[in-house]
């Protein structure tokens, strides 16, 4: 199956999500798959790096209800949750269904009850991802391209994520997403992602 483009989807571009390490540093695979650069993220980045060498990363289900990501609720229907509590715009779909108008493709896999990754589709139809504080990526643990991340190799060294998910439509407005790295019952913890 050939990707199809789509214009509202974003533009693969390293560059933004590199252009300063607290950038890099602090926005990981949930960000990507956002495709949001939060202020707030950086700027808590640049204080916990001077003081602890690490950066707190955006989890999913923290500007709900939810704590911490505990191992328990690594699973798919979990995290699902966690995505819906943050994000009530965003839905599953499947890799032939189109998404709506302004909106545009992710995915989710799981090592289960030890982590999870997300995916996204760019412009050109084609996925990237963005590991942990890395650089974003177009490819996959084999060096291929990556047409769909369910076909694609995601049996990384530490992290072998074995179990695909789903697929989601997401909005491109960054006004309709929400990520967070603390809440209020939450705040010491510290991702080494």
């Not at 982590?115 to 504080?133: E, L, N, V």
């Not at 177009?138 to 369910?150: H, L, R």
Request: charged share 35%; net charge positive.
């Amino acid at each position: 199956m050939k990707p199809e483009k789509n214009k509202y989807a974003p533009k693969y571009n390293q560059k933004k999500w590199t252009r300063n390490k607290y950038i890099q540093r602090s926005h990981n695979c949930y960000s990507y798959f956002l495709n949001k650069i939060d202020k707030k993220v950086t700027n808590a980045c640049k204080k916990t790096l001077k003081k602890s060498g690490k950066c707190l990363l955006p989890q999913p289900g923290l500007t709900g209800k939810y704590k911490h990501n505990p191992k328990r609720s690594l699973t798919c229907k979990a995290l699902h949750r966690r995505i819906k509590t943050d994000n009530k715009k965003v839905f599953k779909t499947t890799i032939k269904k189109k998404c709506p108008k302004h909106y545009y493709k992710g995915a989710l896999a799981v090592d289960p009850k030890k982590t999870y990754h997300f995916y996204r589709q760019d412009r050109s139809g084609m996925w990237s991802h963005k590991d942990g504080p890395k650089k974003p990526t177009k490819y996959d643990k084999a060096g291929k391209k990556i047409k769909d991340p369910k076909k694609s190799n995601r049996n990384y060294k530490t992290d072998k994520y074995p179990k695909f998910c789903n697929y989601y439509c997401i909005p491109s407005s960054t006004r309709r997403k929400k990520q967070s790295i603390t809440n209020k019952k939450w705040s010491r913890n510290i991702f080494k992602k």
